[in-house]
Nanobody, 119 residues
Framework: QVQLQESGPGLVKPSQTLSLTCTVS??????????WSWIRQPPGKGLEWIGY???????YYSPSLKSRTSISRDTSKNQFTLQLSSVTPEDTAVYYC???????????WGQGTQVTVSS
């Protein structure tokens, strides 16, 4: 059974870069035809998909966040990482990592981690 766990700082200052890591157990992130996403939920709002890194290492980002987003991976640690640059208070949210298959259904999720952008 795959498990995902987010980690990273809970507080980031405006204009800095938010960096979060998702550690995966129970499955290799390089397993064919799986996609590893970052998703966030701002307070009082719905879920927003940020982007994914695929089993192949290719990436795809939400057009609205593409200019500030980078997702990378370390297959030796079975981890993938989100970097979101030039953050503002509007980036305050609970951030989740999630797995989907070729059907793009998010079947497995981490528990989420709160990130607050504030000086």
């Amino acid at each position: 059974q795959v498990q995902l766990q987010e980690s990273g700082p809970g507080l980031v200052k405006p204009s800095q870069t938010l960096s979060l890591t998702c550690t995966v157990s129970g499955q290799s992130i390089a397993t064919n035809y799986y996609y590893w996403s970052w998703i966030r939920q701002p307070p009082g709002k719905g879920l927003e998909w940020i982007g994914y890194i695929a089993y192949s290492g290719s990436t795809y980002y939400s057009p609205s966040l593409k200019s500030r987003t980078s997702i990378s991976r370390d297959t030796s640690k079975n981890q993938f990482t989100l970097q979101l640059s030039s953050v503002t208070p509007e980036d305050t949210a609970v951030y989740y990592c999630a797995r989907s298959g070729s059907d793009y259904v998010f079947a497995s999720w981490g528990q989420g981690t709160q990130v607050t952008v504030s000086s």
